[in-house]
């Protein structure tokens, strides 16, 4: 169930209790956003890499003092009487300075704000030494792991092939991303699934018209509120999920210590379910609907598979989601990735049902926020989010939902768990 946003700091309060003040687990998440980016330029699905990297290194620094859950890469017990906060505040920062040395200016000015800010009572030099520690086993074991690496793609032609998409006719972005190391999968093609419907199917036909009729600017029976949902999740998702993260715990009133689980839980899901989901866009190379409707009627005869009126073509059909992302239909990026994070907040609370508030920077009116009552509610509106924007496929979206969850699952099984009582 979604509600409206009016009133939703009094039902967070009254929901949860004090909202919890000064955690600079989700000061620095914020800090990764605005590096990684607002000035960092990394786009939505590859921007996950970045975060996870920070958010992983803030996790084994605060765990490394308190001791509670896995380590992930730094595996050396820190100093009992040690800061959390500030081995959180030095990994991030760290990290960052790292990845994007052009910003270390900016980023020192706000470690040495935030350093300030600590008042956990524990030693604050002990704390930075596990941090900048922990960080440095990240990066040490994160090198040659193919970040950015120089892939080269080179588009298909004829029916169910991608091409570069109207208006910019962009390059295909990130295909470095779909064949880079993970952090918890052994490779990147372990959930490939099967690959596009075939365009004989009749699958394929009911897909192709459900796309057609309710994703273009021109659609008749799409709703105001469903043309209100395709254009919400249009915002940067990196951008747009590192708010509704923090959101999470803030509402929740989470410390330190949960905030920086939860978080590395949230960013390595959603950045497997990416590589994952990259690794199978460039493999089966499947074309957008922008591609695919407007020639809709010369694909059945070329095909000779259907008649014209099956897939009828719309030459003047566009997206109502705007400009279709640069990179390859098939699976949804934002299935593989909402459905691994909703699996992972049901977990890291132990129920489906957890409020869950997203808002959106992609209206000219200001800002959006859709707010849900059940994790399951938010996959669901990012599901049909994607075809009212014109952008997928029904089967693409089932199967990028498969996908995340499927990622989900192994983090859950293998990482992030409790210790055993000694």
Known sequence: ?????????????????????????????????????????????????????????????VNAITGQFQPFYYRIAGPANASPGAAA?????????????????TLD????????????GGNITEGIAVGEAAAMAVISARLGDGLEANIAYTPGSGPGAWIPTPPAFAAPVTPWLGQMQPFTMKAAADFLPNGPEALTSEDWKRDYNLTRLYGGTDSTIRSAAETEIGVFYTEHTGQQYARMFNTLATANNLGVEDSARMMAMLWTGYADAAIGCFNAKYKFGFWRPVTAIPTGADTATLLLSS??????????????????PAHPEYPAAHGCITGSVSTLIADFFGTTRVTVAVDSKAFTDGLHTHTFLDTRDLMDEVFWARIYAGFHFYHSLEVGRQLGESVAGQVLRNHFRPLQPR
Request: charged share 10%; with cysteine.
């Open 1 to 61: 169930m979604k509600i409206n946003a009016k009133g939703l700091l009094s039902l967070f309060v009254l929901a949860c209790g004090t909202i919890h003040a000064g955690n600079v687990v989700t000061d620095w998440n914020t800090i990764a956003s605005s590096t990684i980016v607002t000035s960092g330029g990394k786009a939505p699905g590859a921007s996950a890499v970045w975060f996870a990297y920070s958010s992983i290194a803030v996790y084994d620094a």
């Open 89 to 105: 505040v030095a990994a991030a920062h760290r990290v960052l300075v790292n990845y994007f040395p052009s910003q270390q200016s």
């Open 109 to 120: 000015s706000q470690y040495a704000t935030s350093l300030t800010g600590v008042s956990d």
């Open 307 to 324: 008649s014209a009126s099956d897939t009828p073509a719309d030459p003047t059909w566009a997206p109502s989601g705007g400009a279709t």
